[in-house]
């Protein structure tokens, strides 16, 4: 399955400190984005969400929400 996180895990191996995300006064790089988005498949793995579970994003336009609509399907999960 492709997802959004194969092209974000190649820029972060290419590309790591490059800036990938502004979100008012947080700014993160793609290494940050990746590791951020691997963090959250781990927290949620840890709190028994398995692949085929639904999970449901509330969250304002910003590096958070990205970071679940990246993390999610990339894990599987969702």
Not at 5 to 19: C, D
Request: glycine share 10%; proline share 3%.
């Amino acid at each position: 399955m492709h997802t959004f996180a194969e092209p974000i895990k190649y820029a972060a191996q290419m590309a790591a400190s490059k800036t990938a995300v502004i979100d008012g006064a947080t700014s993160l790089s793609y290494a940050e984005l990746y590791r951020r988005c691997r963090l959250l498949v781990g927290s949620l793995s840890a709190l028994g969400v398995k692949k085929g579970d639904r999970v449901a994003i509330l969250a304002n336009n910003g590096h958070r929400y990205i970071e679940s609509y990246v993390a999610v399907p990339a894990g599987g999960l969702g």
